[in-house]
């Protein structure tokens, strides 16, 4: 198994709190990303990263941000959560962004109340 | 717009052979990728396809037509352990995933 931890694994938040998820690998893969996942939707994007300090946005980042200043780190920071932002959020990583599977992460349950 | 349509759900018996289908719109495409993902765990990658044709893997084969944007995922010789949601995606241009919601795939002994 590839070796991603995220941390931590379930959080419950209020609204308007900041909440910061972490994402770490063993791998020294140079792709990062950080999904959502919700009933009824398929997995979005969030953010992706294709190297230290190197970051993009995906399908869905209004309202969140992410850091990545170790290869082996890459941080999701909700700036003020939302009660929408309630979801699970998965971390992938690969080697390449063309022809390579992703490797998930165990993912984190975020309840915003 | 992109899209990837797969059926919500679907049920089969053990020991017996189903057939996951699944389309997609994408702009631009870069191949056909297969996870499993079972119930409150991570998805795990089970297959890539990027030419016409069928590649198998075990009890497990996929299928793509590029031309009609067309894919499946057969399994054979079901399990109980098969149980989980089958989840399709498509790689675009910009080489991103494109996820379908999942076929949650129910096995009765």
């Known amino acids: 198994d590839a070796g991603i931890t995220q941390s931590p694994r379930h959080k419950v938040t209020e609204t308007g709190t900041p909440v910061t998820l972490r994402c770490h690998q063993t791998?020294?893969?140079?792709?990062m990303y950080w999904y959502r996942q919700d009933p009824g939707h398929g997995l979005r994007l969030i953010h992706y990263s294709y190297g230290v300090k190197d970051t993009d946005k995906g399908e869905v980042s209004d309202g969140y941000s992410v850091s990545r200043s170790k290869t082996e780190d890459f941080l999701l920071t909700l700036e003020s959560a939302t009660s929408s932002q309630t979801s699970v959020y998965f971390c992938a990583i690969s080697e390449g962004a063309d022809y390579n599977e992703q490797f998930f992460g165990p993912g984190t349950r975020l309840t915003v109340l | 717009g992109q899209n990837i349509d797969q059926p919500t759900e679907m049920t089969a018996t053990e020991g017996a052979i189903v057939q996951i289908n699944c389309t997609y719109q994408?702009?631009?495409?870069?191949?056909l990728f297969w996870y499993q993902q079972h119930a409150g765990e991570a998805p795990t990658f089970l297959s890539y396809?990027?030419l016409d044709g069928l590649e198998e893997k075990g009890r497990f084969s996929s299928f793509l037509s590029r031309s009609k944007g067309y894919s499946y995922l057969l399994l054979k010789e079901l399990q109980m352990k098969d149980s989980a949601s089958y989840l399709c995606a498509s790689m675009d241009s910009n080489y991103q995933l494109i996820w379908g919601a999942g076929t949650k795939l129910i096995i009765k002994p």
């Open positions: 994408t702009s631009g495409f870069n191949g």
């Open positions: 791998e020294n893969h140079r792709y």
């Open positions: 396809n990027v």
